[in-house]
C-alpha cells in the first residue's frame, strides 16, 4: 500500500507550491508536494498494561494538518485536530496503528506500533530540562510559557515530548510525610501544572535524589519512596530524575537505592519514566537497566564548551562527555540507554550552571556536532535553553528531523567508533532499514578531508551517500566517501545500498 497520497495536486500548483518532487512507482508518477506533512519520529511508543497513555503525531509542513487512524488498540483514541492519542490500553501486546495526517497541501501515513508491556523508553526520550539554562530560577508560569513554546517552535512536533522540572521545586512534607512544591514557585500544585503540558501533548517529569537532600539542599527521597512515586502519579508526572547527591560511595548502596524507587514507580498507576543520574562513577552501564532505570547518566554534568580540557564534577564537555562512551554501545538498547547528558544548544554562553569553571559557550558548528553525535549514540536529546527565544540557528539544528531519525532508529543500536587517526574519528551505526549512519569527526583546529571506506563498514558495492545536515544526495559512490570537515565539525552521512 502507498504511504504518500497527494490531494487536489492542481489546486496546490495553482497556489504556488513551487517546484515539486516527482516519486516514480514503477510505472505510475506521483508528484509529492515538498509542503505536504511528514510525521516525526518515533515510529514506536511503549506504555505499561492499563496506565494512562499519551502520544502527539508531531508533523512538518505547511498549514493546519488534520489526523485520523486505523487499527488502534482498544481503548486508545486520537484528537483529529491536535494528533494527539490518548487513553488506556488493558491488554499487553505489540499493536501496529496507521496514523494519517492530511493538510490541503497532501496526505501522508505512516505506521506506529504501540507496545504494552514492561518497558517504556523503546526509543530514548526527548525533551527539555530546566536545570541547565534556569536552575533553581522555576515557576510554573516558566513551565506553561516553555510548553507553550515548545508547540510554537515545531519542537513538540519534532519529537520533543518531555517538559522535566528540575531540582528546586519542592516545599516542605506534610505531617505524614507526602511532599508538596514550593507555593511561592507552584501556587497552583504540580497537578494543574500538569494537566496544563499534557493539554499541549507533552508529558512532564520531575526530579528528586535517593539521599535525605538534594544536590541543592532541598528535599530528596530517601526513607520516603513509596510516598513519593504515589505523589508523583496523582500528580500526574511521567518521568522522575533520580540524583545521587548526597549518598554513598559504593556501587551496592546505589544499586539498592535505585531498585527501591524503581519499583516504587512501577507499583503505581502511570507509566513513568525512570532516569539515573549517578555521573558515570559507579559504572551504571553495568546494572542500572537491572535496577528498572530506563536511561542513566554516564558523565558528570556537561558545560556549555566544546573541551573542558579535564573530566570531573565541574569540568566536562562535548568531546569529554564523547570519550566516557568507548565502548559503551553494547549496554544500549530499547528502553535502556546510556545518558551523556543534555543538549546544550541555544545556551550560547549565557546558562547558569553550564558556565561554571569558564565555559563560555560553543560555536553553531560545535552545537550541530554535538547533535550529531548524540544522534549516533542513541542518547536522549533533552534540550536546556530559553525556548521562548529561540534563534534560527539553534532551531536549524534542534529540528533537523533526519538527525531526530538516526536518534530514534528503533532497531536501537548505538555507534561504535570504528576508526581513530589522530584527531579524526568516525563513528557509525546501523539502521533498521538496512543502511548506516556515518559520523565523520573532525576534533582538530582546522578543516580535514576525511574519508569512510566501505571495508571499514563492512559493505561493498554502489552505495548511496545523503549529507543529512543538507538533506542532499551526495552521490553514488563505489569503495568510500570522501568530504571536507571543519573544524570541530561533523559530517553526518546516512549511507545506503543502490
Same mark, same amino acid.
Given at each position: 500500500?502507498?504511504?504518500?497520497?497527494?490531494?487536489?495536486?492542481?489546486?496546490?500548483?495553482?497556489?504556488?507550491?513551487?517546484?515539486?518532487?516527482?516519486?516514480?512507482?514503477?510505472?505510475?508518477?506521483?508528484?509529492?508536494?515538498?509542503?505536504?506533512?511528514?510525521?516525526?519520529?518515533?515510529?514506536?511508543?511503549?506504555?505499561?498494561?492499563?496506565?494512562?497513555?499519551?502520544?502527539?503525531?508531531?508533523?512538518?509542513?505547511?498549514?493546519?494538518?488534520?489526523?485520523?487512524?486505523?487499527?488502534?488498540?482498544?481503548?486508545?483514541?486520537?484528537?483529529?485536530?491536535?494528533?494527539?492519542?490518548?487513553?488506556?490500553?488493558?491488554?499487553?501486546?505489540?499493536?501496529?496503528?496507521?496514523?494519517?495526517?492530511?493538510?490541503?497541501?497532501?496526505?501522508?501515513?505512516?505506521?506506529?506500533?504501540?507496545?504494552?508491556?514492561?518497558?517504556?523508553?523503546?526509543?530514548?526520550?526527548?525533551?527539555? &530540562?530546566?536545570?541547565?539554562?534556569?536552575? /533553581?530560577?522555576?515557576?510554573?508560569? %516558566?513551565?506553561?510559557?516553555? *510548553?507553550? =513554546?515548545? $508547540?510554537?517552535?515545531?519542537?513538540?512536533?519534532?519529537?520533543?515530548?518531555?517538559?522535566?522540572?528540575?531540582?528546586?521545586?519542592?516545599?516542605?512534607?506534610?505531617?505524614?510525610?507526602?511532599?508538596?512544591?514550593?507555593?511561592?514557585?507552584?501556587?497552583?500544585?504540580?497537578?494543574?501544572?500538569?494537566?496544563?503540558?499534557?493539554?499541549?501533548?507533552?508529558?512532564?517529569?520531575?526530579?528528586?535524589?535517593?539521599?535525605?537532600?538534594?544536590?541543592?539542599?532541598?528535599?530528596?527521597?530517601?526513607?520516603?519512596?513509596?510516598?513519593?512515586?504515589?505523589?508523583?502519579?496523582?500528580?500526574?508526572?511521567?518521568?522522575?530524575?533520580?540524583?545521587?547527591?548526597?549518598?554513598?560511595?559504593?556501587?551496592?548502596?546505589?544499586?539498592?537505592?535505585?531498585?527501591?524507587?524503581?519499583?516504587?514507580?512501577?507499583?503505581?498507576?502511570?507509566?513513568? &519514566?525512570?532516569?539515573?543520574?549517578?555521573? /558515570?562513577?559507579?559504572?551504571?552501564? %553495568?546494572?542500572?537497566?537491572? *535496577?528498572? =532505570?530506563? $536511561?542513566?547518566?554516564?558523565?558528570?554534568?556537561?558545560?556549555?564548551?566544546?573541551?573542558?580540557?579535564?573530566?570531573?564534577?565541574?569540568?566536562?564537555?562535548?568531546?569529554?562527555?564523547?570519550?566516557?562512551?568507548?565502548?559503551?554501545?553494547?549496554?544500549?538498547?530499547?528502553?535502556?540507554?546510556?545518558?551523556?547528558?543534555?543538549?546544550?544548544?541555544?545556551?550560547?554562553?549565557?546558562?547558569?550552571?553550564?558556565?561554571?569553571?569558564?565555559?563560555?559557550?560553543?560555536?553553531?558548528?560545535?552545537?550541530?556536532?554535538?547533535?550529531?553525535?548524540?544522534?549516533?549514540?542513541?542518547?536522549?536529546?533533552?534540550?536546556?535553553?530559553?525556548?521562548?527565544?529561540?534563534?534560527?540557528?539553534?532551531?536549524?539544528?534542534?529540528?533537523?528531523?533526519?538527525?531526530?531519525?538516526?536518534?530514534?532508529?528503533?532497531?536501537?543500536?548505538?555507534?561504535?567508533?570504528?576508526?581513530?587517526?589522530?584527531?579524526?574519528?568516525?563513528?557509525?551505526?546501523?539502521?533498521?532499514?538496512?543502511?548506516? =549512519?556515518?559520523?565523520?569527526?573532525?576534533?582538530?583546529?582546522?578543516?580535514?578531508?576525511?574519508?569512510?571506506?566501505?571495508?571499514?563498514?563492512?559493505?561493498?558495492?554502489?552505495?548511496?551517500?545523503?549529507?543529512?545536515?543538507?538533506?542532499?544526495?551526495?552521490?553514488?559512490?563505489?569503495?568510500?566517501?570522501?568530504?571536507?570537515?571543519?573544524?570541530?565539525?561533523?559530517?553526518?552521512?546516512?549511507?545506503?545500498?543502490?
Amino acid at each position: 500500500m502507498r504511504t504518500i497520497v497527494i490531494l487536489a495536486i492542481i489546486s496546490v500548483c495553482l497556489a504556488g507550491c513551487g517546484q515539486v518532487a516527482v516519486d516514480q512507482q514503477g510505472d505510475e508518477a506521483v508528484v509529492v508536494s515538498p509542503l505536504a506533512p511528514v510525521i516525526s519520529a518515533p515510529s514506536v511508543v511503549g506504555v505499561y498494561p492499563g496506565t494512562p497513555f499519551l502520544h502527539t503525531v508531531g508533523t512538518t509542513g505547511a498549514g493546519s494538518v488534520s489526523f485520523s487512524a486505523v487499527n488502534l488498540p482498544d481503548g486508545l483514541v486520537i484528537d483529529s485536530e491536535s494528533g494527539m492519542i490518548t487513553g488506556v490500553i488493558d491488554e499487553a501486546g505489540e499493536y501496529t496503528a496507521t496514523v494519517t495526517a492530511t493538510s490541503f497541501y497532501g496526505s501522508t501515513s505512516s505506521d506506529l506500533t504501540i507496545v504494552v508491556g514492561d518497558t517504556l523508553a523503546l526509543t530514548p526520550p526527548m525533551g527539555w &530540562m530546566t536545570w541547565n539554562m534556569f536552575a /533553581g530560577n522555576i515557576s510554573e508560569q %516558566l513551565i506553561m510559557e516553555i *510548553a507553550d =513554546a515548545m $508547540v510554537a517552535t515545531g519542537m513538540r512536533d519534532a519529537g520533543y515530548s518531555y517538559i522535566v522540572i528540575d531540582d528546586l521545586w519542592q516545599g516542605k512534607r506534610n505531617a505524614n510525610g507526602y511532599i508538596g512544591p514550593d507555593p511561592k514557585k507552584f501556587p497552583n500544585g504540580i497537578k494543574v501544572l500538569a494537566d496544563y503540558v499534557h493539554s499541549k501533548g507533552l508529558k512532564l517529569g520531575i526530579y528528586s535524589d535517593a539521599a535525605p537532600r538534594t544536590c541543592a539542599g532541598a528535599l530528596g527521597s530517601l526513607g520516603y519512596e513509596d510516598k513519593d512515586a504515589d505523589t508523583y502519579a496523582d500528580w500526574g508526572v511521567d518521568y522522575l530524575k533520580y540524583d545521587y547527591c548526597g549518598a554513598p560511595g559504593d556501587q551496592e548502596t546505589a544499586i539498592k537505592r535505585y531498585t527501591v524507587m524503581a519499583d516504587a514507580l512501577k507499583a503505581t498507576d502511570r507509566s513513568i &519514566m525512570f532516569a539515573a543520574c549517578e555521573w /558515570g562513577p559507579r559504572k551504571p552501564w %553495568l546494572w542500572a537497566a537491572d *535496577a528498572g =532505570a530506563n $536511561v542513566w547518566r554516564t558523565t558528570w554534568d556537561i558545560r556549555d564548551t566544546w573541551d573542558h580540557g579535564q573530566f570531573d564534577s565541574g569540568h566536562n564537555g562535548i568531546i569529554n562527555c564523547l570519550d566516557r562512551h568507548i565502548g559503551l554501545e553494547q549496554y544500549v538498547g530499547p528502553g535502556r540507554w546510556n545518558d551523556p547528558d543534555m543538549i546544550i544548544a541555544g545556551l550560547n554562553g549565557k546558562g547558569g550552571p553550564s558556565n561554571a569553571n569558564g565555559a563560555k559557550g560553543c560555536t553553531d558548528i560545535e552545537y550541530r556536532s554535538q547533535m550529531s553525535l548524540w544522534a549516533l549514540l542513541a542518547a536522549p536529546l533533552i534540550t536546556s535553553f530559553d525556548v521562548r527565544n529561540a534563534d534560527e540557528a539553534t532551531l536549524e539544528i534542534l529540528l533537523n528531523t533526519e538527525v531526530i531519525e538516526i536518534d530514534q532508529d528503533p532497531l536501537g543500536i548505538a555507534a561504535s567508533r570504528i576508526v581513530k587517526d589522530g584527531e579524526l574519528e568516525t563513528w557509525a551505526r546501523p539502521l533498521a532499514d538496512g543502511s548506516k =549512519a556515518v559520523g565523520l569527526l573532525n576534533r582538530d583546529d582546522k578543516p580535514r578531508q576525511m574519508t569512510v571506506t566501505w571495508n571499514q563498514l563492512n559493505i561493498e558495492g554502489n552505495h548511496t551517500v545523503r549529507n543529512v545536515w543538507t538533506q542532499k544526495s551526495e552521490g553514488v559512490f563505489e569503495t568510500g566517501f570522501t568530504t571536507q570537515v571543519p573544524s570541530h565539525g561533523v559530517v553526518l552521512v546516512k549511507i545506503s545500498e543502490k
